[in-house]
């Protein structure tokens, strides 16, 4: 079962503009991670916040972790073409053994030209 | 550096039938995960496998098995397809065994099961 949702499902910008999605999770976590997906291929990894940390930035991406609200979010600024993609973020539970990562639903992002 | 190889990319089965799927790590990965993506599911956690070893294992039945073999490769089977097993399958690897850790995805398997 998926571990929380994203919001909204489907977003549609112009270039330029920023983007911003919200994820929201259920369970005390290690760490959150983001994703983004290209049109049914595989996933790449954008940036991993944990726990203990609020805000984290890598390029043009920032994130920002609520654990009291059980909330994320991927703001991704001065969007491009480029960023045409479906972003997921994904959950690995607090004390889990591994790598297990709970996917949200995902949010689908249309950057038009 | 190459990244995770996934084969076949596209594969098209009947019902009743079994299905061999192949994940290559990066080099120097011992961490594998297989995850299933749906439509109506999303993407949902298989089973995870490190060092030969299964780590951990998602909610789905039986029909479900994987391995993974000394040099980290790792493959996953389904026996019996069901219409219902139609999806992207996608396997990732990580570096290191701890949960701080980011995973590193191949293109996926896409099977359709007629």
């Known amino acids: 079962s998926q571990q929380g949702e994203e919001d909204p499902q489907a977003l549609s910008i112009q270039e330029g503009e920023n983007a911003t999605m919200n994820c929201s999770y259920k369970?005390?976590?290690?760490?959150l991670q983001w994703y983004r997906q290209n049109s049914g291929r595989g996933l790449v990894h954008l940036i991993l916040?944990?726990?203990?940390?609020r805000e984290k930035h890598s390029g043009r991406l920032r994130v920002t972790l609520d654990t009291s609200k059980k909330s994320s979010s991927l703001l991704i600024t001065a969007s491009r073409a480029a960023d045409t993609a479906s972003y997921f973020c994904?959950?690995?539970?607090?004390?889990?053994?591994?790598?297990?990562?709970?996917f949200g639903g995902g949010t689908r992002v249309l950057v038009k030209p | 550096k190459a990244g995770v190889t996934q084969t076949p990319r596209y594969l098209i089965k009947t019902r009743g039938q079994q299905v061999t799927l192949s994940c290559s790590p990066i080099s120097g990965h011992r961490s594998v995960s297989w995850y299933q993506q749906t439509p109506g599911q999303g993407l949902q956690f298989l089973f995870e496998y490190f060092s030969e070893t299964q780590r951990n294992k998602g909610n789905f039945p039986g029909r479900f098995s994987g391995r993974q073999f000394s040099n980290s490769r790792s493959e996953m089977n389904v026996s019996t397809l069901e219409l219902g097993d139609s999806a992207l399958y996608l396997c990732a690897s990580s570096h290191r065994q701890g949960p701080n850790t980011e995973a590193f995805f191949g293109q996926g398997t896409r099977l359709t099961v007629v």
């Open positions: 994904a959950t690995v539970e607090d004390k889990a053994a591994g790598n297990k990562l709970t």
């Open positions: 369970t005390s976590i290690n760490n």
């Open positions: 916040i944990r726990s203990n940390e």
